[in-house]
């Protein structure tokens, strides 16, 4: 697909999620994408999937408190301040735009993760600006093209990671709007987790991000 295509598919889960948390008994909506029988796609042709909970899923319940304690700790939000590292770093970094960064993490669970993050500090993906819609549009295609380049058309899963249902509610936390920061998460599906994964939820990964990063880059990635 090209950025125009994947601009309006953004802005569709961008409506839809605005439009399900308008209703008070959902706290997380989550959007994601299956590619490719290995990232458990069913439907051959391409789609993306999103999924209203009650709950926040603990996975992203994991990643809310571990955000909430760093800005507890440190006042500032951990994802402005990896931002900050990896554009100083640059050894991790594949694409870089005016408004967000597309990156190999530090740590990641998979060879070739990558996360787009926008530079403007904001918790909800739904309150991007149409702006930035754009440019991750762009971002996103150019990414997914590279990676598929290098990897020979791999199956792969992305996760939009964005701020639970905001209705104010009694265990509502104050900070959410300075801790957390949207992003997205892709992973192309190159392995199967197996049993030390399971067992013990540390993960294997025999590609350094810098190797991953610097073979995203070089592969050819315009939309
Ligand atoms: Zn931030
Ligand atoms: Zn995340």
Redesign the pocket.
């Known amino acids: 697909m090209g950025a125009g295509q994947v601009k309006n598919i953004l802005e569709i889960y961008k409506h839809r999620v605005i439009e399900i948390q308008k209703d008070a008994r959902i706290r997380y909506v989550l959007v994601c994408k299956n590619s490719g029988s290995a990232a458990g796609s069913g439907i051959t042709h391409q789609h993306s999937e999103i999924i209203a909970t009650p709950v926040i899923p603990l996975r992203?319940k994991a990643?809310l408190d571990g955000a909430k304690s760093y800005y507890a700790y440190k006042e500032r939000c951990i994802y402005c301040d990896i931002l900050e590292e990896e554009l100083r770093v640059g050894s991790r970094v594949i694409i870089e735009t005016e408004r967000f960064v597309a990156f190999c993490p530090y740590a990641p669970k998979f060879p070739f993760e990558f996360?787009i993050v926008p530079k403007e500090h904001r918790c909800a993906f739904e309150d991007a600006g149409l702006d930035e819609i754009d440019d991750l549009s762009h971002v996103l295609a150019s990414a997914i093209k590279r990676m598929r380049t290098a990897l020979n058309n791999p199956s792969y899963n992305y996760?939009v990671?964005t701020a639970p249902n905001r209705i104010p509610r009694r265990d509502h936390w104050h900070t959410l709007g300075d801790d957390f920061h949207w992003?997205i998460?892709v992973v192309p599906r190159l392995q199967r987790a197996a049993g030390f994964e399971w067992g013990s939820g540390f993960y294997v990964v025999p590609t350094s991000p810098e190797d991953a990063a610097e073979f995203l880059r070089r592969s050819g990635g315009d939309v």
């Open positions: 992203m990643e996360w996760v990671h992003h998460e």
